[in-house]
């Protein structure tokens, strides 16, 4: 059975949202990993000698939780694509009132899941750059004192990403920690769009669904033309 056109395109926008949906949760997931499974998101760096390292970290919930979601509405939505393109082929089968209903449900949720993991990744890795850049004081006043490594402004970055290139303590973490964090928000936006325009797909066709399709009567224009095509047209009397 072939699939409404406004469904098949509605499983295009799900195998979307599962890419974005798995590369949030494996760039967030990478780097927790990069930090030891402590979570950078609202984090403070500080200085260690010539090193940064992250101070005070979240609790490491908050990354689970937004990889977390992130990863299941991926597994959601390859899954649902993989049960409709095997019903259409294999099966006679379609979508009902009921199921539509739990669609709509179940995409609101998704909504809001990707909604408040996408503003978490915002607020938590702009909160992480801040406290990196705004060591630029810190190392002014060590400078007054003595020699320090950064003394010289110019050597301290200026932005997140330039961060990348200062080593961390213990050596080997946050490899390249602003191009995940960032990876990872800007997928989780995208799959914010996506599931906003499955809703309104979803709400068209649970709305066409629930119009109620009257019968025709005598006084319709499409009556009397079929009864014209069997009977033939009808006389006026004068």
């Known amino acids: 059975m072939a699939l409404p056109w406004l469904q098949r395109v509605e499983l295009a926008l799900f195998a979307a949202t599962f890419l974005c949906g798995a590369v949030a949760a494996a760039a967030l997931t990478r780097t927790q990993g990069s930090f030891s499974g402590r979570c950078p998101l609202y984090g403070v760096a500080t200085l260690n000698g010539s090193s940064l390292a992250l101070s005070h970290p979240s609790a490491p919930s908050l990354c689970y939780f937004v990889a977390g979601a992130s990863g299941l509405l991926a597994l959601y939505c390859l899954l649902l694509l993989l049960f409709w393109i095997y019903s259409s082929c294999i099966e006679d089968s379609h979508r009902g009132s009921i199921g539509l209903r739990i669609a709509l449900a179940i995409s609101a949720i998704a909504i809001f899941l990707v909604l408040v993991s996408a503003c978490i990744l915002r607020f938590g890795t702009r909160s992480l750059c801040n406290s990196i850049i705004s060591l630029n004081s810190t190392i002014r006043c060590a400078s007054d004192i003595n020699y320090h490594p950064f003394s010289q402004l110019?050597?301290?970055?200026?932005?997140?990403?330039?961060?990348?290139?200062?080593?961390?303590?213990?050596?080997?973490?946050?490899?390249?920690?602003?191009?995940?964090?960032?990876?990872?928000?800007?997928?989780?936006?995208?799959?914010l769009v996506l599931w906003c325009v499955v809703l309104v797909l979803q709400v068209v066709q649970w709305k066409s669904e629930a119009t109620p399709h009257r019968p025709l009567e005598r006084g319709d224009p499409e009556w009397s033309s079929e009864t014209d095509a069997l009977v033939g047209p009808r006389l006026s009397h004068s």
């Open 154 to 191: 110019s050597l301290w970055p200026h932005s997140c990403s330039e961060a990348q290139k200062i080593p961390w303590r213990p050596p080997g973490t946050a490899l390249q920690f602003y191009s995940n964090l960032h990876s990872a928000e800007t997928s989780s936006w995208v799959n």
